[in-house]
């Protein structure tokens, strides 16, 4: 059987960087590229050894040789392109955020639900070959009930990707749509839970002057009194990346697990003293996902993280960024059922 024969809406970095060659390592085929503008989306085909470019979204969803789209342009855009796709019987790998309110990023679970497609959201750290392993021991019990989680996620944002993250909130820019709803993807897939309620402090402490926050840190309440603390940020160029599982009986200690890469180390210390646990697997994270998708379609299995899962991540994100704006402590689930989420 072949592989899925995919369109790319967005001439993206992260399609160029990340997506393509690992399509081409799973089999999988990137057919066609998207692009608001022609010479752009030439350009990319070719550099990209993409076959065909279209400035028109119907046009490229009228192919009947595409099977599925990956939509990786700017944020504000995903909702509507997503629900095209369904709507023109296409599977559906959206890149996160799933869209930039809990409404939109609905409407598409919906329209996908009733075309009746696979959706996926493209948060690429639960696909980790280490985040499956953590996974693994906290469900056998290893460090007993879970009661925190600190995230590091404090990166240098490469001046590649600046531009639209800095100083365009319209389209979904600030390191909280950006990352804090990666750290909540990524906690939700470990421990099953998402937060109940979130706390934020956001900043804007680059040299850049952006208008968007570029630093985050957020305190978070799940249920059973867990709780969750991360660091997000654009400006950090010299930390490790992080992320602890304390509980009753034990911790774990992951190094390096917060990146793109199947790189990081993981330490599991308890009674018994501390010991390093190999991960799962080294697969690139990219790949896993897009072979995770291709069974989905085959009806052969579930995506990494499914529309619901995404919608999740997003809606922990906005409390954050309502809980940033506000300085109140916002309620999750206010934000997912469209109501006032905090006292103030
Ligand atoms: P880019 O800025 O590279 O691309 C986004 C859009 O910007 C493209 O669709 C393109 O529009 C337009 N664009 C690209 N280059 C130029 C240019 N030189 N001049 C003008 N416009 C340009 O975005 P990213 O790849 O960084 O992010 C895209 C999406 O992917 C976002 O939703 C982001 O959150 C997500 N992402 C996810 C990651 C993950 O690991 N899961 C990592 C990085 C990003 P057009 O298509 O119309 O040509």
């Known amino acids: 059987m072949t592989g899925l024969r995919w369109g790319l809406i967005g001439a993206s970095d992260i399609a160029s960087t990340r997506i393509i060659p690992a399509l081409r ?5 990137p057919l066609a590229v998207l692009s608001s503008s022609a010479e752009r989306g030439t350009r990319f085909a070719v550099e990209n050894d993409v076959r065909l470019s279209y400035t028109s979204l119907d046009a490229m969803l009228g192919r009947d040789d595409i099977d599925a789209v990956y939509i990786s342009t700017t944020n504000e855009l995903h909702a509507q392109q ?26 598409i679970i919906a329209a996908c639900g009733q075309a009746g497609v696979v959706l996926a959201t493209n948060h690429h750290l639960p696909a980790a070959g280490t985040h499956r392993r953590i996974r693994e021991l906290v469900a056998e019990g290893a460090v007993g009930r879970p009661l925190a989680v600190r995230v590091f996620h404090a990166v240098k944002l490469p001046a590649r990707l600046a531009g639209w993250r800095l100083d365009n909130p319209e389209r979904g820019g600030g390191v909280i749509l950006d990352i804090t709803s990666h750290d909540a993807a990524a906690v939700h897939a470990l421990l ?15 040299s850049w002057g952006a208008s ?11 249920p059973e009194d867990l709780l969750v603390q991360t660091h997000d940020a654009f400006t950090v160029g010299y930390a490790d990346t992080g992320l602890e599982v304390h509980g009753t009986d034990g911790s774990i200690i992951a190094r390096g697990v917060m990146t793109q890469d199947p790189v990081g180390t993981l330490h599991l210390r308890d009674a018994k003293g ?27 299995g579930v995506p990494i993280v499914d529309g619901h ?11 954050a960024k ?7 402590t916002v309620s999750v689930d206010a934000v997912l059922a469209g109501q006032q989420p905090h006292n103030g």
């Open 25 to 29: 390592r799973v089999g999988q085929e």
């Open 212 to 222: 968007a926050e570029d630093a985050v840190m957020t305190v978070m309440r799940c």
């Open 274 to 300: 501390e010991r390093e646990i190999a991960p799962r697997d080294r697969d690139d994270l990219y790949e896993v996902t897009l072979r995770a998708f291709q069974e989905a379609v085959r009806g052969q």
């Open 322 to 328: 309502e809980a940033a704006q506000t300085s109140h």
């Open 82 to 107: 997503a629900i095209a796709a369904a709507v023109a019987g296409k599977h559906v790998l959206c890149e996160k955020p799933l869209a930039m309110s809990i409404a939109n990023a609905q409407e």
């Open 309 to 319: 899962a995404g919608l999740q991540a997003l809606a922990v994100a906005l409390a």
């Open 192 to 206: 099953g839970v998402r937060a109940l309620e979130v706390s934020a402090i956001s900043c804007s402490q680059g």
